[in-house]
């Protein structure tokens, strides 16, 4: 638990479920910091808001965005406006140590959205589309944002830069940092047939400022194993493998817990939360020898 107001953020946090409200404001567990799903906390006078206000004074928070469509057509459909505008106000309010939203689209044009992370195609003029809409959202926020990589099942046809690549290129052109969700890597690795540790290897490592953790589930779809981004398990072996990997080239980057679906007891996810901790003390302790 912090101490009053602290101004960063560091160690590894959870995600802040409304189960756990009450737990957080009479029991304050140690846990270094909070995240939250931005949309959720809009209406102020809303009673998870007058939670969320309470615990905020012994947490720092990260507030974690899921509609802003960061990959919707400039010209079609750009970032909408009253949706980005209650993020700023919701971000002025909490005055979270980090902002992020996704590398996706969920809105084809200002009327029709769509409740969902929907991938983008890795083409220029995507990019170009994605860096325009960063450096607004940026610029309305007044500070930068980080970009989570996705999970993913299927691919368009025309998408011809590898993610990894479009993700560093929208850092570098967009100024934005990155949130580098390790379970995301996993699991598109698996669907597409790419190489997870390689991936991490084109990341570059300055601007990655948050990492997730989470669990994903396996469905058989045409005889195929699909494994799907759930946030409704404990982190499988091969993933936490994989955040080792992470640490090890990344440094001990805030780390968070995810777990969205069938919210366990706290206990499960301050589990979690020693087995990251675990990792990183592991590494930083190869590195010192």
């Known amino acids: ?72 057509s400039s010209v079609a459909c750009p970032v909408r406006e009253e ?58 926020l007044k500070r930068q944002i980080l970009v989570e990589n996705p999970s993913s099942y299927l691919a368009y046809i025309d998408s011809p830069i590898p993610e990894w690549e479009f993700l560093a290129a929208l850092s570098e052109k967009a100024g934005c940092g990155i949130l580098l969700d390790v379970n995301n890597i996993y699991v598109s690795a698996h669907n597409h047939g790419f190489d997870a540790a390689y991936y991490l290897q084109q990341i570059p490592v300055t601007p990655v400022q948050e990492i997730h953790l989470a669990g994903y589930s396996v469905r058989e779809i045409e005889g195929e194993d699909v494994y799907i981004d759930t946030h409704g398990h404990r982190v499988y072996d091969p993933v936490w493998e994989l955040y080792m990997k992470a640490i090890d080239r ?30 990183i003390a592991k590494v930083v302790k190869a590195e010192v020898a």
């Not at 949309?39 to 206000?53: I, V």
């Open 83 to 140: 949706h980005l505008q209650k993020i700023k106000q919701t971000v002025d309010r909490l005055q979270p140590m980090l902002v992020s939203d996704h590398l996706s689209w969920s809105a084809s044009d200002s009327v029709h959205y769509v409740p969902d992370l929907l991938p983008v195609p890795y083409t220029e003029e995507a990019l170009d589309v994605m860096v325009q809409n960063i450096d607004h959202v940026q610029t309305v």
């Open 1 to 72: 638990m912090s101490e009053g107001k602290v101004n960063k953020i560091e160690g590894v946090g959870l995600g802040l479920r409304h189960r756990h409200f009450q737990e957080f404001i009479d029991d304050k567990p140690d846990v270094p910091w909070l995240e939250v799903h931005t949309e959720n906390f809009f209406n102020a006078d809303y009673s998870a808001s007058q939670y969320l206000e309470k615990i905020r004074e012994n947490y720092p928070l990260s507030a974690h965005s899921v509609g802003l469509s960061l990959g919707s």
């Open 250 to 279: 990344f440094g001990a980057v805030p780390t968070l817990i995810e777990w969205d679906v069938d919210v366990p007891e706290l206990t499960v996810l301050m589990e979690e939360k020693a087995k990251a901790e675990m990792v």
